[in-house]
């Protein structure tokens, strides 16, 4: 099996780019530590991951699953250019179906997790496809394990993730098939990644700072479960 890239590797001592040198929306002013990924950078990197995807695929078809909620603008770019090389394509194209999921996961104790899949009637419509996972964030890498043994209990052709980030947390040993940016362990929102439900509406991946986490804290009484 071919080692998966990590993706473009932001380092820990990377600063980023100071908000004023982009446009923010006036609500987050004085939220953000930096941009840490601007968003021409984003889309020019999903570029490359359709045509990396394109390519592995050949003329399969695939069926694509966006994990919502913060995977929708990821999951849309990625197969909007996925479908912009098909347009292109002088051989093979590919068929896309697509479907969009939630992901629940809970432990039972402690060495036990399962993962509840919202959103999907019946799993069985994954039988014999080509799936194509598609996430915002991984961080342990627990809770997309589970749902990729989950979709090998329903006979899946074949099984793959892409994930626009991937942090370097503490005993992370999962990478994912498609990488965009491996990112320092550090609180990043934007490009549908929220805190609170705030800042999907940015257009760049940023870190939040202290400020922000309690500006934007306490509007709701918990907290956006955190991205296994």
């Given at each position: 099996?071919?080692?998966?890239?990590?993706?473009?590797?932001?380092?820990?001592?990377?600063?980023?780019?100071?908000?004023?040198?982009?446009?923010?929306?006036?609500?987050?002013?004085?939220?953000?530590?930096?941009?840490?990924?601007?968003?021409?950078?984003?889309?020019?990197?999903?570029?490359?991951?359709?045509?990396d995807?394109?390519?592995?695929?050949?003329?399969?078809?695939?069926?694509?699953?966006?994990?919502?909620?913060?995977?929708?603008?990821?999951?849309?770019?990625?197969?909007?250019?996925?479908?912009?090389?098909?347009?292109?394509?002088?051989?093979?194209?590919?068929?896309?179906?697509v479907?969009?999921?939630?992901?629940?996961?809970?432990?039972?104790?402690?060495?036990?997790?399962?993962?509840?899949?919202?959103?999907?009637?019946?799993?069985?419509?994954?039988?014999?496809?080509?799936?194509?996972?598609?996430?915002?964030?991984?961080?342990?890498?627990?809770?997309?394990?589970?749902?990729?043994?989950?979709?090998?209990?329903?006979?899946?052709?074949?099984?793959?993730?892409?994930?626009?980030?991937?942090?370097?947390?503490?005993?992370?040993?999962?990478?994912?098939?498609?990488?965009?940016f491996?990112?320092p362990?550090?609180?990043?929102?934007?490009?549908a990644?929220?805190?609170?439900?705030?800042?999907?509406d940015?257009?760049?991946?940023?870190?939040?700072?202290?400020?922000?986490?309690?500006?934007?804290?306490?509007?709701?009484?918990?907290?956006?479960?955190?991205?296994?």
């Amino acid at each position: 099996m071919e080692p998966v890239s990590p993706g473009i590797i932001v380092a820990d001592d990377y600063k980023g780019y100071h908000p004023d040198f982009f446009c923010i929306p006036r609500h987050y002013q004085g939220a953000l530590e930096c941009v840490l990924v601007p968003g021409g950078v984003i889309k020019d990197r999903i570029e490359r991951l359709a045509q990396d995807i394109a390519e592995d695929i050949g003329n399969e078809p695939i069926f694509a699953l966006c994990v919502l909620k913060g995977g929708y603008k990821f999951f849309t770019d990625l197969i909007d250019q996925v479908k912009k090389y098909n347009h292109y394509a002088t051989r093979n194209t590919i068929r896309i179906s697509v479907d969009f999921i939630r992901l629940k996961s809970y432990k039972e104790d402690e060495s036990m997790q399962d993962v509840q899949v919202i959103g999907v009637d019946d799993m069985n419509v994954f039988t014999g496809k080509n799936v194509l996972i598609v996430e915002d964030v991984i961080d342990t890498g627990r809770t997309i394990k589970e749902l990729l043994r989950l979709l090998k209990a329903y006979h899946v052709k074949s099984a793959k993730v892409a994930s626009l980030l991937v942090k370097r947390t503490k005993g992370n040993f999962y990478r994912p098939d498609y990488c965009g940016f491996e990112v320092p362990d550090k609180f990043v929102v934007g490009y549908a990644i929220d805190y609170n439900e705030y800042f999907r509406d940015l257009d760049h991946v940023c870190i939040v700072n202290e400020y922000g986490k309690k500006k934007f804290g306490s509007s709701y009484p918990t907290r956006t479960p955190i991205r296994q």
